[in-house]
């Protein structure tokens, strides 16, 4: 649902020729092609200090010359070797880098671990030689071998236990926004939620009341997150959900959340 939102905002601006892939992401990702990431990216994760595994896929000659700080080394037996030592968070960010970005060369470890459930892989665009000639910080001697896992939470984000804590007993000083399109809303919503579509939010912020705290959902957490920084602009105290909110087809009022 980003990619319509982001057409009618590069339409506004006087684009005339925008097109939007509808099947988005996901239908990419099942179809089996390869994610990347920049520099810019991993450079940001730093920055907001979140959580990521990031994994080195060159010879070991080559990562005692110059690796990504944090970086784990790929062991003899291949990312199969390392499999125990991932986190049971499946939507953990996972990247790899090789040398220069060749997807191809990364592609073994890229399917090994997306086959193994986790969500959120990418190879780092560029490699190595990318993150070097950006003129990020560049460490020597050996890497990491062991994978060392701890979620963080991103600022606004509220935990998903908290979150359906709040489902089971709404306090009377808290709303929950659900941000979805009204499209989405009408296939099912949580009760007793408030429904303003992401890009009405900043012109409905009448609507919330003044006393109370919000707490965001959307579909997948991306547009949460973004209303979370509207909202936290405007100076009201809000927290965002970083979950998966799927509804139950045959039945409006049924649905599951999962990270």
């Not at 489902?167 to 919503?189: H, M, N």
């Amino acid at each position: 649902m980003l990619s319509p939102l982001a057409a009618r905002k590069a339409e506004k601006l006087g684009y005339n020729n925008v097109k939007v892939y509808h099947a988005g992401l996901p239908a990419w990702k099942k179809d089996g092609h390869i994610v990347v990431s920049g520099v810019a990216g991993l450079e940001n994760l730093n920055k907001t200090e979140a959580s990521y595994i990031l994994i080195d896929l060159r010879p070991a000659d080559m990562i005692q010359k110059g690796h990504i700080p944090s970086a784990v080394s790929l062991p003899s037996g291949g990312i199969e070797a390392l499999e125990s030592q991932f986190p049971k968070y499946k939507a953990a960010s996972i990247i790899l880098y090789n040398n220069d970005g060749d997807a191809k060369s990364a592609e073994r470890a890229y399917k090994n671990i997306t086959s193994w459930g986790y969500k959120q892989v990418s190879v780092l665009t560029g490699g190595f030689q990318a993150w070097e000639k950006a003129g990020q910080k560049v460490a020597k001697g050996a890497a990491a071998a062991k994978i060392s896992y701890v979620r963080k939470l991103l600022p606004g984000e509220i935990e998903l236990e908290a979150f359906q804590t709040l489902l089971k007993k709404p306090p009377a000083d808290t709303l929950i926004l659900d941000v979805r399109l009204p499209s989405e809303v009408a296939t099912g919503q949580i009760p007793g939620t408030k429904a303003i579509p992401l890009d009405e939010l900043e012109q409905r912020l009448s609507e919330l009341p003044k006393d109370k705290k919000i707490v965001v959902h959307c579909a997948t957490g991306a547009r949460a997150e973004m209303a979370y920084a509207v909202l936290k602009k405007n100076g009201i105290d809000a927290k965002y959900l970083r979950a998966k909110v799927d509804f139950d087809q045959d039945s409006k009022d049924k649905y599951t959340i999962s990270d």
